[in-house]
């Protein structure tokens, strides 16, 4: 799963297409603190939807990048809420178009749904509350 975590941030930041047999599904972040969407999904793709995460960015890898990552995840982390099961993935580094190299770390939900139309309602809250994220996802898969 370390790869398909990476693979959602280069196509979140660098407009990358999407893994095959994945479906990557937008989050709210520190600025937006809540998104609602709706997709379509084919029912033969796993759906990856990050609960709350953190990026390390850096224009030349360091150990200390995903150090930083897992504090401000682990040591931070307040409250996670999720209606289906998530769990703790750790990317692999990679890289980005601008050359930076990036590592992250978090909680995420990757699994495939049933065909039919689903709603995935997380909440994630980190450093004293000051980061708290709010998400709501319609999803019909057909």
């Known amino acids: 799963m370390s790869e398909v975590t990476a693979q959602w941030w280069q196509w979140h930041l660098d ?80 890289k980005l178009r601008d050359g930076r190299d990036a590592v992250s770390c978090g909680y995420w939900i990757v699994r495939q749904l049933d065909k039919g139309s689903h709603t995935i309602d997380t909440f994630g809250s980190c450093r004293n509350g000051t980061i708290s994220l709010t998400q709501k996802h319609r999803i019909d898969v057909l």
């Open 15 to 94: 407009n990358m297409p999407p893994t095959e047999g994945y479906y990557f599904i937008q989050s709210a972040n520190a600025s937006t603190r809540s998104i609602e969407t709706y997709d379509t999904v084919p029912h033969t793709k796993q759906i990856v939807v990050p609960v709350i995460n953190w990026i390390s960015l850096s224009s030349r890898r360091d150990d200390s990048m995903l150090e930083l990552a897992r504090r401000e995840i682990k040591d931070t982390i307040q409250t996670i809420k999720s209606n289906i099961p998530y769990k703790y993935i750790e990317s692999d580094y990679f």
